[in-house]
């Protein structure tokens, strides 16, 4: 078989054919997938179906479900990832922005910057990735309404922390083109 660009790629993508490509092309053992561990081999090529099956079902969502009801789905799936990761944030940090804010920035966390604002109940979030964080996430080929799915993980997560509701907007978002994801999130 020859190699496919990735450009190729994508233009086969977008007329439907990601799961026979990926699977044709970066198949266990082909010569794309192989390095000299094969568990590792596999795990790749798993982790790249995954990631372009959820894609598709992302864009399936996006024509087959209104728009209101598609937001509700991914915030739901993202309240579920935050709560997956809550030993490491909420339950933490359960009372203790000023805690969970610092963790966030230290050399493990995954924040560039954090402008809190208490007086005004906000807090803007600068990822410090420059690429999206989510492991689902096949860049160039997964739909910017993943965004709505981080929004979820933001609520939960910053709601169980404060123990109030928040709201929760993205200013940037890599999906979208820019350099990087902000997210603002408002304490109501």
Do not use: H
Not at 21 to 31: E, F, I, R, Y
Not at 64 to 78: C, F, M, P, Q, Y
Not at 158 to 171: G, S, T
């Amino acid at each position: 078989m020859a190699e496919m660009t990735r450009g190729e790629f994508v233009k086969c993508c977008a007329a439907g054919m990601c799961s026979w490509v990926a699977l044709t092309v970066a198949a266990p053992g082909s010569a794309v997938a192989q390095s000299s561990d094969p568990e590792m081999d596999r795990l790749k090529w798993q982790l790249e179906a995954a990631r372009i099956r959820y894609a598709k079902l992302l864009g399936s969502l996006d024509q087959n479900v209104d728009e209101a009801t598609r937001k509700k789905i991914l915030d739901s799936v993202g309240r579920e990832c935050a709560r997956q990761f809550r030993s490491r944030t909420f339950d933490k940090y359960k009372g203790d922005i000023q805690g969970f804010l610092k963790s966030i920035q230290g050399p493990d966390g995954w924040v560039e910057k954090v402008e809190y604002d208490e007086k005004a109940g906000t807090i803007r979030i600068y990822d410090r990735s420059k690429t999206c964080t989510c492991p689902l996430v096949k860049e160039g080929l997964t739909s910017a309404e993943q965004c709505d799915c981080s929004l979820g993980w933001q609520r939960e997560t910053y709601a169980a922390i404060l123990e109030r509701p928040v709201e929760a907007v993205v200013e940037k978002s890599i999906l979208r083109g820019d350099k990087g994801c902000v997210f603002r999130i408002q304490i109501v």
